[in-house]
């Protein structure tokens, strides 16, 4: 499974960018679709990921700012960042698991795309 991420950029503080990430393979299902972040000098952390019950867990930092959304029939995920601060600064990734045909669990990350947020 191939995961292609891409929206990231330079944007001044309180601008907004809009991440994408698709997966493509011998995909039968995918169960999850998250985005983390990494920012310099710290370990990979959870930014949004949606639930079964049909909730989603956002990082508090981005809690009311950001809004994660999934396509399932272009097993595509997209992030929504608005009023972007200068600590949103990292390389976002996206992570899927889920099923391959034939039946196969897999669990992908994406490489990465750098988003940088000027003060």
């Known amino acids: 499974v191939q995961l292609q991420a891409s929206g990231g950029g330079l944007v001044q503080s309180g601008g907004s960018l809009r991440l994408s990430c698709a997966a493509s393979?011998?995909?039968?299902?995918?169960?999850?679709m998250a985005w983390y972040r990494q920012a310099p000098g710290k370990e990979r952390e959870l930014v949004a990921r949606p639930t079964s019950d049909g909730t989603t867990n956002y990082a508090d930092p981005v809690k009311g700012r950001f809004a994660i959304s999934r396509d399932n029939a272009k097993n595509s995920v997209s992030l929504q960042m608005n009023s972007l601060k200068p600590e949103d600064t990292a390389v976002y990734y996206c992570?899927?698991?889920?099923?391959?045909?034939?039946?196969?669990?897999?669990?992908?990350w994406g490489q990465g795309t750098l988003v940088t947020v000027s003060s």
């Open positions: 992570n899927a698991d889920g099923v391959l045909t034939p039946w196969r669990r897999f669990n992908s």
């Open positions: 393979g011998s995909i039968f299902r995918i169960y999850n």
